[in-house]
């Protein structure tokens, strides 16, 4: 499946729910920009840390397992690093997520063999939301 059809149907609506993981308090790294990004264009998005009780004024969950709701109705960005993302592609894999974007960076050859096995829906390569996601949400 080509990227492009990958991203559109992360974006397959306008009411979807987002997780973060990755999301920082820190405004300048990438994990707070992305959450921020799903923010300021009208979507639910969760922030996933371990670490932090609130993010952005938004309550942060320590991991998948803990999305409110249904995880499985979920979408997932990622932004750890590359020896984290295979166990957080596993614990997606789990809770029945079906669709992951591995930012920019966060890949491990591992981490997207497993993808692949499990049956994941993985963006990856290059592709970045605060870049490649204002043009496809622009769509819908």
Known sequence: MSTTILINEFFSSATQKFAVVGA??????????????????????????????????????????????????????????????????????????????????VESPEALEYAQEVGLQVIAGGPCVLVDGVELQSRL
């Not at 590359?82 to 974007?101: C, D, F, M, Q, Y």
């Open 24 to 105: 920082s308090t820190n405004r300048t790294k990438f994990g707070n920009k992305v959450l921020r990004w799903y923010i300021d264009h009208g979507y639910t998005a969760v922030p996933v840390n371990p670490n932090e009780k609130a993010i952005e004024s938004v309550a942060c969950v320590p991991n998948l397992s803990s999305l409110p709701g249904s995880p499985a109705e979920y979408h997932v960005s990622i932004i750890t690093p590359p020896t984290v993302t295979k166990s957080v592609l596993e614990e997606a894999h789990k809770n029945g997520i079906k669709r992951v974007w591995l930012q920019p960076k």
